[in-house]
Nanobody, 116 residues
Framework: QVQLVESGGGLVQAGGSLRLSCKASGRIPSMNVMGWYRQAPGKQRDLVADISTEHNTYYEDDVKGRFTISRDNTLNAVYLQMGSLKPEDTSVYYC??????????WGQGTQVTVSS
């Protein structure tokens, strides 16, 4: 089993920055993809960005150029540096780790609120 703990959410003004952190613990598969999803009230949970163990990255179009995902394999941690934040970025952000079949783990979520 894998446990994921997020931190770093909060309230920020539009145009500001926040850095989310997520640390994994437990029986972590050596090859995995860690990512950040977000879910606004009444909407589905969508992928924002993810990064593989080999540091291959994916970004959702709306965050390209504004968000940067990174990871530290020695710490089993993933980070999301968010800049030029917009009110529409307001969501609960969830950390995720995927590996093989049935290996799909979620954090508890952290609220990000961007005021206009």
């Amino acid at each position: 089993q894998v446990q994921l703990v997020e931190s770093g959410g909060g309230l920020v003004q539009a145009g500001g920055s926040l850095r989310l952190s997520c640390k994994a613990s437990g029986r972590i598969p050596s090859m995995n993809v860690m990512g950040w999803y977000r879910q606004a009230p009444g909407k589905q949970r969508d992928l924002v960005a993810d990064i593989s163990t080999e540091h291959n990255t994916y970004y959702e179009d709306d965050v390209k150029g504004r968000f940067t995902i990174s990871r530290d394999n020695t710490l089993n941690a993933v980070y999301l540096q968010m800049g030029s934040l917009k009110p529409e970025d307001t969501s609960v952000y969830y950390c995720n780790l995927k590996a093989g079949p049935g290996e799909d783990f979620w954090g508890q979520g952290t609220q990000v609120t961007v005021s206009s």
